[in-house]
Nanobody, 118 residues
Framework: QVRLVESGGGSVQAGGSLRLSCAYS????????MGWFRQAPGKEREGVAG???????SYADSVKGRFIISKDNAKNTLYLQMNSLKPEDAAMYYC????????????WGQGTQVTVSS
């Protein structure tokens, strides 16, 4: 059974940091791009960061230099370290394993909420 379970969301002041975690199981992660997406109320879902099967990483321009995606294979856990958070980073964050980075086809978690106050 495929599972992706996010944790680590919460409320933080602007300039603060959070680390999101995504525990995954039930699939061969090497066949997918592991990534983080977010969706704020009234906005479309956007890809935030991707970690491809070859180890390459990519980031949305809006988070470059502030967010870091990483993975612990031994723990089957994907992380998103978020630093220098801004109010516009507030959203529901989703972990996903997609066939291509930032694609729609794949498996998704239930999401974890991030709130950033100014």
């Amino acid at each position: 059974q495929v599972r992706l379970v996010e944790s680590g969301g919460g409320s933080v002041q602007a300039g603060g940091s959070l680390r999101l975690s995504c525990a995954y199981s039930g699939f061969t992660y090497s066949s997918y791009c592991m990534g983080w997406f977010r969706q704020a109320p009234g906005k479309e879902r956007e890809g935030v960061a991707g970690l491809d099967s070859d180890g390459s990483t990519s980031y949305a321009d809006s988070v470059k230099g502030r967010f870091i995606i990483s993975k612990d294979n031994a723990k089957n856990t994907l992380y998103l370290q978020m630093n220098s958070l801004k109010p516009e980073d507030a959203a529901m964050y989703y972990c996903a394993a997609t066939l291509v980075c930032y694609g729609d086809m794949g498996r998704w978690g239930q999401g974890t909420q991030v709130t950033v106050s100014s």
